[in-house]
């Protein structure tokens, strides 16, 4: 770190003094340890890693430095990272460095956390590699827990020593590799890790801590609906239901926390979609893994996100949406709406794209008709619409609300509901009046189809969905 940031950053206490504190309060707050397969580290099994980590680094950026005679790098970091190469780094590394040896026996130990320090992400290594985890949160150094298998855990030793240690490691292996700023100036940033995983970091001064979260990629892929049923997140009942909305062009949309399965579901839905129809997905990172065979991703971009990239253009999720729209697409998919570009895709919807989906955080399908006219309301191509006539086109558009919820580590549909504007069921008042109807406001009403039995712990049928009157 920079002479200059070390004076804007305060110094802290003495990281032993506050791991003491650290591990007190961990049994106190009954949180249990990890499995040795992620708390083991380097320094656990090199008396001298230190000595060894610093080393190895200055030699590998000798190496990166050399040039031939046409000024041109001698080595690349591509061609170091083969495996046969780096085996050689280390083996010349150690003959050099007689220091540096190690017993047979802990050679391959010393290979895999050189590699992970310098061509990969160090610290957290070992923790991403491990698949069963599906977040990881730094509070401050000494305090790291993860979500494993739906379950909160404490990490019994943080693989940082202190507060520096975590800022040099974001500035070195996550924000300086894609040219982005992390400081007092811009002290909160986001990346998307090479695993896909997507990273949030806080330093000062609006944290007293340099801390990060992780949201990790999930790892398991449904090909299909019936593999996804499989997993018990709805009955087989509901599927047959979404399969009849799916191919009937129902537009819905997936409502629900951070980590209840939204993305899952949307790839699992989608895959229902019938073969001879183009899809477009649109995304901030790539995160659908939809199984089709007529498919486009189209993605965000922010100016500077990438490593060598000279883009001077940034292209928010409501530009992405008018571009798509252009492509002639018979479905759209957006990964997730959060904020004015909501009211682009209600227009696309209005415009002849039915049949698509999209997700969005909220905690009931009331809340996220609510959340779907405040981000709308924030377009200003919304122009002189007033409230009542959003709420319309919220109501005309959208037919199926899907809510999902983590249940303890299970991801479950909790609550669906049809979402019934007025005008389109003139003909047929009884429906507004039918028990399970209830009016929202405006045109606007939800039909409940299907219900969450809290004491039997299974979604339940409530209704049939409802053709409106033109069809």
Do not use: C
């Given at each position: 770190?920079?002479?200059?940031?070390?004076?804007?950053?305060?110094?802290?206490?003495?990281?032993?003094?506050?791991?003491?504190?650290?591990?007190?309060?961990?049994?106190?707050?009954?949180?249990?340890?990890?499995?040795?397969?992620?708390?083991?580290?380097?320094?656990?099994?090199?008396?001298?890693?230190?000595?060894?980590?610093l080393t190895a680094r200055q030699a590998f950026s000798?190496?990166?430095?050399?040039?031939?005679?046409?000024?041109?790098?001698?080595?690349?970091?591509?061609?170091?990272?083969?495996?046969?190469?780096?085996?050689?780094?280390?083996?010349?590394?150690?003959?050099?460095?007689?220091?540096?040896?190690?017993?047979?026996?802990?050679?391959?130990?010393?290979?895999?956390?050189?590699?992970?320090?310098?061509?990969?992400?160090?610290?957290?290594?070992?923790?991403?590699?491990?698949?069963?985890?599906?977040?990881?949160?730094?509070?401050?150094?000494?305090?790291?827990?993860?979500?494993?298998?739906?379950?909160?855990?404490?990490?019994?030793?943080?693989?940082?020593?202190?507060?520096?240690?975590?800022?040099?490691?974001?500035?070195?292996?996550?924000?300086?590799?894609?040219?982005?700023?992390?400081?007092?100036?811009?002290?909160?940033?986001?990346?998307?890790?090479?695993?896909?995983?997507?990273?949030?970091?806080?330093?000062?001064?609006?944290?007293?801590?340099?801390?990060?979260?992780?949201?990790?990629?999930?790892?398991?892929?449904?090909?299909?609906?019936?593999?996804?049923?499989?997993?018990?997140?709805?009955?087989?009942?509901?599927?047959?239901?979404?399969?009849?909305?799916?191919?009937?062009?129902?537009?819905?949309?997936?409502?629900?926390?951070?980590?209840?399965?939204?993305?899952?579901?949307?790839?699992?839905?989608?895959?229902?979609?019938?073969?001879?129809?183009?899809?477009?997905?649109?995304?901030?990172?790539?995160?659908?893994?939809?199984?089709?065979?007529?498919?486009?991703?189209?993605?965000?971009?922010?100016?500077?996100?990438?490593?060598?990239?000279?883009?001077?253009?940034?292209?928010?999720?409501?530009?992405?949406?008018?571009?798509?729209?252009?492509?002639?697409?018979?479905?759209?998919?957006?990964?997730?709406?959060?904020?004015?570009?909501?009211?682009?895709?209600?227009?696309?919807?209005?415009?002849?794209?039915?049949?698509?989906?999209?997700?969005?955080?909220?905690?009931?399908?009331?809340?996220?008709?609510?959340?779907?006219?405040?981000?709308?309301?924030?377009?200003?191509?919304?122009?002189?619409?007033?409230?009542?006539?959003?709420?319309?086109?919220?109501?005309?558009?959208?037919?199926?609300?899907?809510?999902?919820?983590?249940?303890?580590?299970?991801?479950?549909?909790?609550?669906?509901?049809?979402?019934?504007?007025?005008?389109?069921?003139?003909?047929?008042?009884?429906?507004?009046?039918?028990?399970?109807?209830?009016?929202?406001?405006?045109?606007?009403?939800?039909?409940?189809?299907?219900?969450?039995?809290v004491q039997a712990g299974v979604l339940e049928k409530?209704?049939?969905?409802?053709?409106?009157?033109?069809?």
């Open positions: 770190m920079s002479e200059r940031s070390r004076i804007q950053r305060n110094p802290e206490a003495p990281a032993q003094a506050v791991s003491a504190t650290a591990n007190a309060s961990v049994e106190s707050d009954g949180v249990t340890p990890t499995g040795q397969s992620i708390v083991i580290e380097a320094s656990e099994v090199f008396s001298n890693w230190k000595h060894i980590q000798e190496l990166l430095q050399q040039r031939d005679e046409a000024g041109k790098p001698v080595y690349s970091r591509e061609q170091l990272a083969a495996e046969d190469a780096f085996h050689n780094f280390v083996i010349t590394l150690q003959s050099e460095n007689p220091s540096l040896r190690v017993p047979e026996h802990q050679h391959r130990e010393l290979v895999k956390y050189l590699r992970s320090d310098l061509l990969g992400l160090g610290a957290l290594d070992l923790y991403l590699a491990d698949t069963s985890i599906e977040d990881i949160f730094l509070d401050r150094w000494d305090t790291l827990d993860v979500i494993r298998n739906g379950e909160k855990t404490r990490i019994a030793q943080a693989p940082f020593q202190s507060d520096d240690e975590v800022f040099n490691w974001l500035q070195a292996k996550v924000f300086g590799p894609i040219n982005k700023e992390f400081n007092r100036s811009n002290p909160s940033e986001n990346a998307v890790l090479l695993d896909g995983s997507r990273l949030i970091a806080v330093t000062q001064p609006i944290s007293p801590y340099t801390a990060f979260a992780i949201r990790r990629h999930r790892q398991e892929v449904f090909n299909t609906a019936e593999a996804y049923m499989s997993t018990g997140v709805a009955p087989p009942e509901f599927f047959q239901d979404l399969h009849s909305w799916v191919l009937n062009h129902r537009n819905v949309i997936m409502s629900g926390a951070t980590g209840s399965g939204k993305t899952t579901f949307i790839n699992a839905a989608a895959s229902m979609i019938p073969a001879n129809e183009r899809i477009l997905t649109l995304e901030d990172t790539p995160e659908l893994q939809i199984r089709h065979p007529r498919i486009k991703p189209l993605y965000t971009y922010e100016k500077g996100a990438r490593a060598n990239d000279a883009g001077e253009t940034s292209v928010p999720m409501s530009d992405l949406l008018r571009y798509a729209l252009r492509m002639k697409p018979d479905r759209i998919v957006v990964g997730e709406v959060r904020d004015r570009e909501t009211f682009d895709m209600l227009d696309a919807l209005n415009t002849g794209h039915a049949g698509s989906f999209t997700t969005l955080h909220a905690n009931s399908p009331v809340d996220a008709l609510t959340r779907l006219q405040t981000m709308s309301s924030r377009h200003p191509a919304r122009g002189n619409l007033d409230s009542d006539t959003l709420k319309d086109l919220i109501a005309s558009v959208i037919d199926i609300i899907v809510q999902i919820k983590n249940l303890g580590g299970k991801r479950r549909v909790v609550a669906v509901e049809q979402v019934l504007y007025g005008p389109h069921y003139a003909e047929r008042t009884d429906v507004l009046n039918a028990p399970g109807t209830g009016h929202i406001y405006s045109n606007l009403y939800l039909r409940t189809l299907w219900r969450w039995n409530e209704a049939d969905f409802i053709v409106p009157d033109h069809g």
